[in-house]
Each structure stands twice: as C-alpha cells, then as structure tokens.
C-alpha cells in the first residue's frame, strides 16, 4: 500500500492562459463590465475579490453551507426558508 497514489481529480481541467475556464469566464465578465463602464480597474478589483469567493466556493463549499450563510445575509423575505425563525432575532426570550 506504500506505492498507491489518492488523486483529488482524474483529469487535470482545462486551462486558459493560467485560469480554468470558468474562473477565465470570470475575469472576462469582470473586465468587459469593468471596460465597458469605463472603469477598467474597478472590474480588475472586482475580478480579484469574486475569483477568490470562488475558488473558495470550489473548494468544498455545498450548497447547504451557501444556503446557510445567505440566511444570515440576505432578509427573511428573499430567504422564504420553512420552519425557520428570522434571523434578526438574536436572543429569544425563554
């Protein structure tokens, strides 16, 4: 068992440049935003900040985990979780 390798993945992803391909969708849509506004480095900032969310996304965030913190961030009535108090209520009285 000395000699038998674990690989994260089968295949190596494709690459574009130094990106993947959807982190280079990414940066495209950032920088042709960011361009088209006239605001070439605030879609550079952008794309630097949204490809760190996501890689970290990629990593092992599942989706129970996202929907989990959108709870926290987003209001009650764009949540519309069942069975869940709202989350601006911090101490219940009891």
């Known amino acids: 068992m000395a000699g038998t390798r674990l690989y994260q993945m089968?295949?190596?992803?494709?690459r574009f440049l130094i990106?993947?391909?959807?982190?280079?969708?990414?940066?495209?849509?950032?920088?042709?935003?960011?361009?088209?506004?006239?605001?070439p480095v605030t879609g550079i900032v952008t794309f630097v900040i949204s490809w760190n969310v996501?890689?970290?996304?990629k990593r092992g965030l599942s989706?129970?985990?996202?929907?989990?913190?959108?709870?926290?961030?987003?209001?009650?009535?764009?949540v519309r979780l069942r069975r869940s108090p709202d989350s601006v209520i911090r101490e219940w009285v009891g």
């Open 10 to 14: 089968l295949d190596e992803p494709d």
């Open 54 to 57: 996501w890689k970290r996304a």
């Open 19 to 39: 990106f993947t391909i959807d982190e280079f969708l990414l940066l495209a849509g950032c920088l042709v935003i960011g361009f088209g506004f006239g605001m």
């Open 63 to 78: 989706i129970r985990n996202l929907i989990a913190s959108l709870y926290w961030v987003l209001p009650a009535h764009m």
